[in-house]
């Protein structure tokens, strides 16, 4: 189903198609996030010495503050990157189905398609394994070549375009959280929300659900695979 919004731009401009990864190319319900959220959770606990109840309430503080927990570390704790991402993304990718329905809807978009992701290459690499559709993307721009600096940070998005080539205004951005899509909208760019369908528990904080009717979001759908095949049709 795809949800009404007012005056969205349109896409028969676009020739460049940039989606996030984590609960955007795979439905919100899978929740495959809330095991990275977990080990994230513990990495806090251990590196600080305190209770998980404790170290949740600093991660979700720096996840808010700094756009990702790991940002935060760095900032107020030196940690290294390294450490950080290869302990968080040692996960189970299992509850992750092939998506060939999606696989074709992104193969058939016309232009470039990229990943721009606050994950790590690594972690992205896995989850388009599982998907099935790895060779539609052109390139993943992940936290490392933000050079440690997540979205929504604006020089992340300046990098992105700038290392890709990629002109903005000839672009579209497909997101799962509205704040992550406020620079990319400033810049030209067709944004496009994903929230959750509602026929399954999400694990998720209030705020990252909010937005759909932000003046940045162009459009809001909980059926990204039906979006897109419409996209095709249309053209």
Known sequence: MTLPTKSPRAFTHVETWVFDLD????????????????????????????????????????????????RGMMTEHGVRADDFLAFVHEIDHSPLEPNPVMGTAIAQLPGRKLILTNGSVAHAGSVLERLGFADQFEAIFDIIAADLEPKPAQQTYDKFLRDHGVDPSKAAMFEDLSRNLVVPHKLGMTTVLIVPDGAKEVVREDWELEGRDDDHVDHVTDDLTGFLAALNKAR
């Open 23 to 70: 609960n955007t190319l795979y439905p919100h319900h899978v929740n495959l996030w809330q095991q990275v959220d977990g080990k994230i959770r513990d990495f806090v606990a251990n590196f600080l010495k305190v209770s998980p109840d404790e170290a949740f309430k600093v991660q979700k503080d720096y996840y808010k503050r700094y756009g990702t927990t790991m």
